[in-house]
C-alpha cells in the first residue's frame, strides 16, 4: 500500500503539467493555446499570460499528494491510467465548474476530481489583450500500480 501511495506521490510532478494541446508536436509554453470561456462561447486561443496557482505548482503537488488515495477498487482490478479533471479559471481567479473529463473508472475518477477540488486558494487569472479572462484548464492526474 505504502509503494502505491509513494509512487503516486512521486509520479503527480510528472503528470501535473497543466495543459492538453490540440497536437502531438512539442510546444513552448509560450505556444500553447487555451479555450477562452465567454458565456457558452468557447475560443481556442494563445493567451498573453496562462492561468497560474498563487501557490505555485509546487502547492498544487502538495495537495494533491496530501489528498489522493489509491482507491481500493482499483488497486484490487490492477488498474492504472490517467484522469483529466477540468476546470474554469474565472477572471476573478477562483476556480469553478470541476468535471472529470477523461477518466478510467474504478473510483479514480471521484478521487482525483475530489483531490483536485482540493486545491482552493487563488488563482492568477488568464489575461487575454489585456484583460483577464474565463480559461478552460485541464489537469492530468496519474494513477500507477508498482
Known amino acids: ?15 501535473l503539467l497543466g495543459q492538453d494541446t490540440t497536437s502531438t508536436k512539442s510546444i513552448s509554453d509560450d505556444d500553447k493555446e487555451y479555450n477562452v470561456i465567454d458565456g457558452s ?17 509546487k502547492g498544487m503537488q502538495k495537495i494533491i499528494a496530501k489528498t489522493m488515495r489509491y482507491p481500493p477498487k482499483a488497486q484490487d482490478a490492477g488498474i492504472s491510467g490517467i484522469v483529466e479533471v ?6 476573478t481567479g477562483t476556480a469553478i465548474n470541476h468535471k472529470v473529463q477523461r477518466g478510467i473508472g474504478y473510483g479514480c475518477d471521484e478521487e482525483a476530481l475530489n483531490a483536485v477540488k482540493q486545491i482552493r486558494g487563488k488563482w ?23
Open 86 to 91: 477540468v476546470f474554469i479559471v474565472d477572471s
Open 41 to 57: 462561447t468557447k475560443t481556442l486561443t494563445k493567451l498573453d499570460h496562462p492561468p497560474e496557482y498563487s501557490e505555485g505548482f
Open 1 to 15: 500500500m505504502i509503494k502505491v501511495l509513494l509512487s503516486v506521490f512521486f509520479l503527480i510532478p510528472i503528470f
Open 124 to 146: 492568477i487569472p488568464g489575461v487575454l489583450n489585456g484583460k483577464k479572462v474565463n480559461v478552460e484548464y485541464i489537469l492530468p492526474v496519474m494513477f500507477q500500480l508498482r
